[in-house]
C-alpha cells in the first residue's frame, strides 16, 4: 500500500501517532513562549502608536510654521511693493518688489 506522499514503503498508519507527542510541561513552554511574543507586539503597537501621534503633531506644527512663514512673506513683500503713484503695479518686476520704496506712506 502506498503512503500519503506516494511512497510505497510508507503506510498511513506508519506516519500516524494517537500519543501526545508534547508533554504538559512543554505545552506551558510554549504557552509563555506566545504570551511573551504577544506581550512584545502589544508593546511594539503601542510605540507604533505613540510616534504616529507625535507624526500628526510634527505634521501639524510644520503645516502652521509653513503658513505663518507665507504671511510673513507676504507681509514683507506687499510692504515692499511701489506706491499707486510709481506707476502700473501689474507691470512691477521682480527686481522692482526687491527694490526699497522708502517714499511711499
Known sequence: MSGPNGDPDMSMSDGI???DEFEDE???AINST???INSYLDDLEDRN???NGKLHELM???REARLEFRAQLLG???QE???PADGD???TSKEDLNKDHGDCK
Request: some cysteine.
Open 17 to 19: 501517532n494517537d500519543e
Open 26 to 28: 512543554e505545552y506551558e
Open 34 to 36: 506566545l504570551d511573551q
Open 49 to 51: 502608536d505613540s510616534l
Open 60 to 62: 501639524e506644527s510644520n
Open 76 to 78: 514683507s513683500q506687499t
Open 81 to 83: 511693493q511701489p506706491c
Open 89 to 91: 503695479s501689474s507691470a
